[in-house]
């Protein structure tokens, strides 16, 4: 076994022991990495943006989403359709799958959205505005992508990498919320 195979394994053991020490913060500190990847994504090659006029701060902050809400919010919900719902066979799976789209999904969403809206300034007024204009759209982009990753994710996939596969996907789902939830930000200060 080459020496790099090695520490390889070594950082893969380090992160499973770990993910089972404390699945909350490793949940956390993966989705904030990942969502701050996806806005990083979203501003050189969606936005073209150079790297050196990369607003971090944007960065930082839709990462911090995803460190303070997003990843503690989707371990509860795992841990809660496992405790509830089950663990495996295919007629679980579409329970967790409909119960996920139908109740977590929206909810989830809006309080993304929100949370975008808040962290760049908006009152009430215009986080309702953006809502308004992006919610729809968003949730149907939703429903086209996650209800098979989480058919999959709910049918193949240990309870305890369920968060990590979707943080995989969601890298590329990030890039399209970055882009989504900033796309109207930008035009409002270039028009400014």
Known sequence: MSQSNMKFRGLF??????????????????????MGSGDLISQTFI??????????TRTLKFSSIGFFVG????????????????????TVALKKVFIDQIMFAP???CG???????????D????????????????????CLWPWVQIVNFYYIPLQY??????????FWNTYLSWKTNKNSENIAIQK
């Open 13 to 34: 053991k380090l992160y499973l022991d770990t993910l089972q020490r404390r699945p909350y913060l490793v949940q956390a500190v993966q989705t904030g990495v990942l």
């Open 47 to 56: 936005e073209r943006k150079h790297i050196t006029k990369v607003d971090i």
């Open 71 to 90: 990843g503690p919010a989707l371990r509860l919900w795992y841990g809660a359709l496992y405790k509830y719902i089950g663990s495996s066979g295919k």
């Open 107 to 109: 909810l989830f969403l």
């Open 112 to 122: 993304i959205l929100s949370a975008v809206a808040a962290l760049q300034g908006k």
């Open 124 to 143: 009430w007024t215009n986080i309702k505005s953006d809502l308004e204009n992006n919610y729809i759209d968003v949730l149907k982009t939703n429903y």
């Open 162 to 171: 369920q968060v990590l596969l979707v943080q995989v996907v969601a890298l």
